[in-house]
């Protein structure tokens, strides 16, 4: 048994466990002997409020352990992660869990990560470019949906990540109205196989990650379009 957690702007939500809440999962673990997976994927991509240490820190990597990607910080193509076991015995065996499930990490893409991460600046220095260009998408894409999203939408406001969560009123099936929005040059990710045992059609994941500004306007206008016009038909 473990605790798996993404604590800083999750996926799908984009939501942030706050410190209260962090000193509470660990608490909880501390009392019940359940390790704590921390995986951190999106934490240096913060556009507003201030960082929260990780759980690892904050339990001094006691019943922790600790996991974070380059994928979200260098490139998506470079699939290199990294743990941090602080407690005895953990990568003896981590490491046959890992050989188990893929045998070996691309050794070409090791190779590359240490190239690019070795020369002093360069990876801080990319992140630094990276934020003021997410933080604008992430600030367009909110500032379009509230304009273009009918009455009784709602949406989360992320600090930092790369997604975030709408639901749009019921009587619109997000499965179905993906099927429309994919011929107007539309994607999202339907909400429905984020729910545990709840049937809720009616909300979806958005990146605002990848998009031009231009496309990511236009792309939450003909969102909005088809919500409406799906409503109307409800």
Not at 107 to 115: E, H, K, L
Not at 188 to 215: H, I, K, Y
């Amino acid at each position: 048994k473990l605790v798996y957690i993404v604590p800083n702007f999750e996926n799908p939500t984009g939501v942030t466990l706050s410190l209260r809440r962090r000193h509470e999962l660990i608490q909880v673990c501390a009392d019940h002997g359940i390790p704590i997976y921390e995986d951190d994927p999106y934490g240096r991509l913060r556009y507003s409020g201030e960082p929260l240490p990780s759980i690892t820190a904050l339990a001094k990597g006691r019943n922790t352990i600790y996991m974070s990607t380059v994928s979200k910080i260098i490139a998506p193509g470079m699939r290199v992660a990294w743990l941090v076991l602080p407690e005895p015995g953990l990568y003896e065996r981590v490491v046959p869990a890992k050989q188990a499930a893929d045998l070996h990490t691309s050794s070409f893409t090791q190779r590359a990560v240490y190239a690019y991460a070795r020369v002093p600046g360069q990876v801080e220095g990319h992140i630094a470019d990276m934020l003021p260009v997410y933080r604008r998408r992430r600030d367009l894409m909110l500032q379009t949906l509230a304009r273009a999203m009918p009455k009784g939408s709602s949406w989360t406001h992320p600090d930092g990540g790369l997604f975030l969560w709408a639901r749009v009123p019921e009587g619109v099936d997000t499965q179905e109205l993906l099927t429309h929005a994919s011929e107007k040059k539309v994607a999202f990710v339907p909400g429905a196989p984020f729910w545990v045992n709840a049937d809720v059609r009616n909300t979806m994941r958005l990146n605002f990650s990848n998009a031009s500004e231009s496309a990511l306007v236009t792309g939450i206008e003909r969102l909005g379009d088809l919500v409406k016009t799906h409503l109307a038909r409800a």
